[in-house]
C-alpha cells in the first residue's frame, strides 16, 4: 500500500454521505461559525462535478439565487457537513456540468433520472 494513502486513511474519519453524482439535485446542511456561535445553513442546488480521489475528493454544488449564478465546493471528509440529502437524480450524459453556465430560464433544467425497481 502506499504511504500517503495509508496516513490518510488513519487520519481522515470515514464518513457515511449518500450516493450522489454528477445532476443530482442535494442540500447540502452545512455548520458555519460566525465568531462564537454556531449554526447549521442549508445550501441547495444542482452538483455539477465530483472531484478527486480519497481524502481530497470534493463536489461542486450550483444554485441560482436572486438571478446570479452561486456555486460552492464541499470536500467529503469535511467535518461541518451535517448531512447531504438527495432530492433528485438527474438525467445527464457528462461527468461535468460547466455548460449550465451559460444557460438561463428553463434551458438550465435538468431532467430527472426513471428509477426503475423491480
Known amino acids: 500500500m502506499d504511504a500517503i494513502k495509508f496516513v490518510h486513511e488513519q487520519l481522515t474519519p470515514s464518513r457515511e454521505l449518500p450516493k450522489f453524482r454528477a445532476g443530482d439535485n442535494v442540500v ?10 454556531k449554526r447549521v445553513q442549508a445550501f441547495r442546488g444542482d452538483v455539477i462535478q465530483i472531484k478527486g480521489e480519497g481524502p481530497t ?14 456555486e460552492r465546493i464541499f ?19 457528462r461527468a461535468r456540468l460547466f455548460y449550465l453556465r451559460d444557460l438561463v430560464g428553463k434551458k438550465s433544467r435538468i431532467k430527472e433520472r426513471k ?3 423491480q
Do not use: C, H, M, W
Not at 475528493?57 to 452561486?70: E, L
Open 115 to 117: 428509477l426503475f425497481k
Open 28 to 37: 447540502v446542511n452545512y455548520e458555519i461559525v460566525e465568531g462564537d456561535k
Open 75 to 93: 470536500p467529503f471528509a469535511s467535518p461541518n457537513i451535517q448531512e447531504v440529502q438527495v432530492l433528485k437524480r438527474g438525467k445527464v450524459r
Open 57 to 70: 475528493k470534493t463536489f461542486t454544488v450550483r444554485k441560482v439565487s436572486n438571478g446570479v449564478g452561486v
